[in-house]
């Protein structure tokens, strides 16, 4: 990313040649010179004080005690590079010379700042004729795009599958979209060993606190019969084989598969196991499968993704009516609608190690968020919180003032319908004000759903994540502010859905840090 010098080419730099440098200065030691010969402008004497910086000089140098100031200069430019030490040097009266520390720009929060300088603008501009949801986006043309299921499904005969080598048992954690990877990757690696899949455990995990069971989430018939020319999928192990093993699930070899596995390891290491023991269990299954596979290894996890994984009934049906309220509610733009995946939950704004407006309080919530989710982890010797160069390299969840900012900016005005799917936002009251300033027609799953309704899914964090997952399946335009795995996700369902164009908003967090500290913006 960076020039070999940063001196600039010979061009730029002056045409006078320089004068060669003098022998006895490139040999290094001497005890007397000539003073009478040549001109050298300091008459024949050496001052003490040169000969004093000379005999400093020399003893660093012949004792390589310049090793001993590595250490010093390599931190001192880090911190130069990071925008650490950065200074502004402003003289005052009797010629004192006083030092002030310079932010870099793009280090600090000023988007509050900035937005009451524009605010009068987008007031100005409210209600206008042109809105960029309904301009902007025009369909691409689509030559040549397959979906990514065509070859499994042409390939599948409605033949029985050979007989199975054994049960396959994953346990999959995290929240609904890890899950939702590891089951995938579970289909592709029983198709791999021949092996019979019970449907996946899921793990309760410590962050996401959701007791669901597969069924509450997914669709299991459906998952089942989707799959059935391609992997042999049953709800639990048969009686004969769990008595195998004392009726214990936890008396079955747990394989200690390592991450991002490729298929010839499970062919050498986890294959033979299978066929000697009739069943293995892989916990925790989350990223052991490797990206890059075989097409056809690659076709199964998107089957796996985009056909079998159905929510199931209780979450459709309310899914279903958040979608057509949305349509409602966006009827003066034919029922097109902008969603936003927010990330500014306490334990996202806490992970980040971000700085925003709150000061003093901000930083102690922050710390007792990051003790009380990862225990230890910020607080490891030699681990640096850095804000400012967060927020400078992009890795600062955007706030939805800012998101809304950026809308504005790209030309959706203040009629356009906007959904945000989120968790708990971190001081909601206070940080989504001004977002539905901008955007008075912003919903969310709790405006657009009744409490009575969404009784049935409070406490279980996964099951409202597919409610916000189906309504952000069919907006008109999707935009990511964080990434993670519901984005990638969804940024891929669509295109599916959608033969193979979608709209999706995914900013560059970089350059909007130095807009929204511009004193200048407009």
Same mark, same amino acid.
Not at 205 to 228: C, M, P, T, Y
Not at 491 to 498: D, S
């Given at each position: 990313?960076?020039?070999?010098?940063?001196?600039?080419?010979?061009?730029?730099? %002056? @045409?006078?040649? !320089? *004068?060669?440098?003098?022998?006895? =200065? #490139?040999?290094?030691?001497?005890?007397?010179? /000539? $003073?009478?010969?040549?001109?050298?402008?300091?008459?024949?004497?050496?001052?003490?004080?040169?000969?004093?910086?000379?005999?400093?000089?020399?003893?660093?140098?012949?004792?390589?005690?310049?090793?001993?100031?590595?250490?010093?200069?390599?931190?001192?430019?880090?911190?130069?590079?990071?925008?650490?030490?950065?200074?502004?040097?402003?003289?005052?009266?009797?010629?004192?010379?006083?030092?002030?520390?310079?932010?870099?720009?793009? %280090? @600090?929060?000023? !988007? *509050?700042?900035?937005?009451?300088? =524009? #605010?009068?603008?987008?007031?100005?501009?409210? /209600? $206008?004729?042109?809105?960029?949801?309904?301009?902007?986006?025009?369909?691409?043309?689509?030559?040549?795009?397959?979906?990514?299921?065509?070859?499994?499904?042409?390939?599948?005969?409605?033949?029985?599958?050979?007989?199975?080598?054994?049960?396959?048992?994953?346990?999959?954690?995290?929240?609904?979209?890890?899950?939702?990877?590891?089951?995938?990757?579970?289909?592709?690696?029983?198709?791999?060993?021949?092996?019979?899949?019970?449907?996946?455990?899921?793990?309760?995990?410590?962050?996401?606190?959701?007791?669901?069971?597969?069924?509450?989430?997914?669709?299991?018939?459906?998952?089942?019969?989707?799959?059935?020319?391609?992997?042999?999928?049953?709800?639990?192990?048969?009686?004969?084989?769990?008595?195998?093993?004392?009726?214990?699930?936890?008396?079955?070899?747990?394989?200690?598969?390592?991450?991002?596995?490729?298929?010839?390891?499970?062919?050498?290491?986890?294959?033979?196991?299978?066929?000697?023991?009739?069943?293995?269990?892989?916990?925790?299954?989350?990223?052991?499968?490797?990206?890059?596979?075989?097409?056809?290894?690659?076709?199964?996890?998107?089957?796996?993704?985009?056909?079998?994984?159905?929510?199931?009934?209780?979450?459709?049906?309310?899914?279903?009516?958040?979608?057509?309220?949305?349509?409602?509610?966006?009827?003066?733009?034919?029922?097109?609608?902008?969603?936003?995946?927010?990330?500014?939950?306490?334990?996202?704004?806490?992970?980040?190690?971000?700085?925003?407006?709150?000061?003093?309080?901000?930083?102690?919530?922050?710390?007792?968020?990051?003790?009380?989710?990862?225990?230890?982890?910020?607080?490891?010797?030699?681990?640096?919180?850095?804000?400012?160069?967060?927020?400078?390299?992009?890795?600062?969840?955007?706030?939805?003032?800012?998101?809304?900012?950026?809308?504005?900016?790209?030309?959706?005005?203040?009629?356009?319908?906007?959904?945000?799917?989120?968790?708990?936002?971190?001081?909601?009251?206070?940080?989504?004000?001004?977002?539905?300033?901008?955007?008075?027609?912003?919903?969310?799953?709790?405006?657009?759903?009744?409490?009575?309704?969404?009784?049935?899914?409070?406490?279980?964090?996964?099951?409202?994540?597919?409610?916000?997952?189906?309504?952000?399946?069919?907006?008109?335009?999707?935009?990511?502010?964080?990434?993670?795995?519901?984005?990638?996700?969804?940024?891929?369902?669509?295109?599916?859905?959608?033969?193979?164009?979608?709209?999706?908003?995914?900013?560059?967090?970089?350059?909007?840090?130095?807009?929204?500290?511009?004193?200048?913006?407009?």
């Amino acid at each position: 990313m960076h020039g070999l010098s940063r001196l600039g080419t010979a061009s730029n730099r %002056s @045409v006078s040649p !320089s *004068p060669p440098s003098s022998p006895r =200065l #490139r040999h290094g030691r001497y005890k007397n010179f /000539n $003073a009478g010969g040549g001109g050298g402008g300091r008459g024949g004497k050496q001052s003490a004080a040169d000969k004093i910086v000379f005999v400093l000089i020399s003893t660093v140098f012949r004792r390589k005690g310049v090793l001993l100031f590595a250490p010093l200069v390599y931190i001192l430019g880090m911190l130069l590079f990071m925008g650490s030490l950065g200074f502004d040097v402003v003289s005052l009266k009797n010629a004192v010379v006083v030092v002030h520390r310079r932010l870099p720009p793009g %280090s @600090v929060y000023r !988007s *509050p700042q900035v937005f009451q300088k =524009l #605010r009068p603008f987008m007031e100005a501009e409210s /209600n $206008a004729s042109h809105n960029a949801l309904m301009t902007t986006w025009n369909l691409k043309m689509r030559q040549g795009w397959k979906p990514c299921v065509n070859s499994i499904i042409s390939k599948a005969g409605f033949s029985e599958l050979p007989k199975s080598n054994g049960f396959l048992i994953i346990e999959a954690n995290g929240g609904l979209n890890q899950q939702r990877l590891s089951i995938c990757d579970a289909v592709a690696v029983a198709w791999l060993l021949n092996a019979t899949l019970v449907i996946p455990i899921f793990h309760l995990n410590s962050v996401w606190q959701d007791s669901s069971k597969f069924g509450d989430i997914f669709d299991e018939e459906f998952f089942i019969h989707a799959l059935r020319n391609h992997v042999n999928v049953v709800r639990e192990l048969p009686e004969d084989v769990l008595q195998r093993f004392d009726n214990n699930i936890s008396n079955i070899v747990n394989l200690r598969v390592k991450g991002w596995s490729s298929p010839a390891h499970y062919l050498q290491k986890v294959l033979p196991k299978l066929e000697a023991m009739g069943a293995v269990r892989i916990a925790p299954f989350s990223n052991r499968l490797a990206f890059s596979v075989p097409s056809n290894i690659q076709g199964l996890r998107c089957l796996s993704n985009f056909e079998a994984l159905r929510f199931s009934e209780p979450i459709r049906t309310l899914a279903d009516k958040m979608v057509e309220r949305m349509v409602m509610n966006s009827s003066h733009a034919g029922g097109k609608y902008v969603s936003v995946h927010l990330r500014f939950e306490m334990d996202m704004v806490a992970f980040s190690c971000c700085e925003y407006d709150g000061g003093e309080e901000e930083r102690h919530e922050m710390d007792i968020a990051r003790e009380r989710s990862w225990r230890g982890k910020f607080r490891r010797r030699g681990r640096v919180i850095r804000p400012g160069a967060n927020r400078m390299d992009g890795k600062c969840p955007l706030t939805p003032l800012e998101v809304g900012m950026m809308l504005r900016g790209m030309g959706f005005d203040n009629n356009t319908s906007v959904f945000i799917a989120a968790g708990n936002i971190y001081k909601a009251e206070k940080y989504m004000a001004p977002l539905k300033q901008m955007f008075p027609l912003l919903e969310t799953k709790n405006t657009l759903a009744t409490p009575e309704e969404l009784a049935p899914f409070k406490g279980h964090s996964s099951r409202l994540a597919a409610l916000d997952y189906t309504v952000c399946l069919h907006s008109e335009v999707f935009v990511t502010t964080q990434g993670g795995n519901f984005p990638h996700f969804l940024m891929g369902h669509r295109r599916y859905l959608y033969g193979g164009h979608a709209k999706t908003i995914k900013p560059e967090k970089r350059k909007l840090a130095l807009l929204f500290d511009s004193p200048h913006i407009r």
